[in-house]
């Protein structure tokens, strides 16, 4: 189904902070949002997941609202993994990732032989089979990110929202994470995901969301946004823009723009 944003505006503590934003995500894609500090870019990913209010238009997946939905059948089909997100019980990795599965069970009910199923795809995605025994406060930051990302992966959420997934992952876990997400939205998963690494986005991302102070910049596929121009007006950087070797886009920042 497709997550529709259709004219959403938000205002926080009075600032108004995106504006009149109108995007469709579609599953089976992966969608990239990038804009500089400040965009609006974790508000917007919030707000896709209910998690703010909104003052003005509105977020629905296929022809629902968001905001209405049950929040446990919300929780099944939207996981949201957010940026740096604390873990305040030094509980085993195991168990937060068994959280994932909350919503799909009855409250105190054991896992299901389907949990189980689901838990060790996600553990295998994430390659935190060596962590599970592990408790999540003595892991370094990376392994607690892929725990994070393991539990949200867990849920097998229809749609996928993840905020800055990569941010402290070193690059081989960072080139897997973004292989899983192709992967999930290659099997039929609606993925979006904030990043600020224009090389990781051009390849990883089908279509682009480029955001500048709370506005749509542009929105399309991922190699008709992110081009030179398009990235100059939006991050004020001078930036290559050739394909790879699979014909996706490899921008690599050149400078703060000149002239
Ligand atoms: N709870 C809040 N109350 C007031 N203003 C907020 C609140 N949360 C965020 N903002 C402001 O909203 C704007 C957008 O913030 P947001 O976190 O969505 O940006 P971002 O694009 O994700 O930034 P970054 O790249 O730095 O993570 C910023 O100016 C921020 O200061």
């Known amino acids: 189904m497709d997550l529709t944003i259709d004219r959403l505006g938000v205002t926080l503590a009075g600032r108004a902070v995106l504006h009149d934003i109108t995007a469709t995500f579609r599953p089976g894609r992966v969608t990239a949002i990038l804009g ?5 870019k974790s508000t917007l ?11 003005s238009g509105a977020i629905r997946l296929g022809e629902r609202d968001v905001a209405a ?6 929780a099944r089909r939207i996981g949201y993994l957010p940026q740096d997100a604390a873990i305040h019980w030094n509980v085993p990795a195991r168990d937060v990732i068994a959280l994932g599965r909350a919503q799909h069970h009855a409250p105190f009910a054991g896992l299901s032989e389907g949990d189980h199923a689901a838990i060790a795809d996600a553990v295998a995605a ?6 599970l025994n592990r408790p999540v406060n003595e892991l370094s930051g990376g392994e607690r990110a892929r725990v994070l990302l393991a539990r949200v992966l867990a849920g097998a959420p229809q749609w996928l929202l993840a905020d800055e997934p ?12 973004l292989d899983r997400l192709r992967a999930r939205a290659a099997a039929g998963a609606g993925v979006a995901i904030v990043l600020h690494d224009l090389v990781q986005a051009g390849r990883a991302a089908d279509d682009v969301l ?7 910049a542009a929105f ?15 991050f004020a950087i001078d930036v290559s823009v050739t394909a790879d070797s699979a014909g996706r886009p490899l921008c690599i920042p050149i400078g703060r723009a000149t002239g």
């Not at 939905?69 to 919300?74: I, K």
């Not at 994430?126 to 962590?131: E, N, Q, V």
């Open 36 to 40: 500089p500090n400040g965009a609006g």
């Open 45 to 55: 990913v919030k707000a896709m997941a209910a998690l703010v209010a909104i003052q």
């Open 69 to 74: 939905l049950d929040p446990r059948d919300r």
């Open 126 to 131: 994430t390659a935190t089979a060596d962590l």
């Open 166 to 177: 990569l941010a402290s992952l070193d690059p081989a876990h960072q080139i897997d994470i």
């Open 210 to 216: 480029l955001l500048k102070a709370g506005r749509v």
């Open 220 to 234: 399309g596929p991922a190699a008709q946004v992110l081009t030179p121009a398009n990235l100059r007006a939006v």
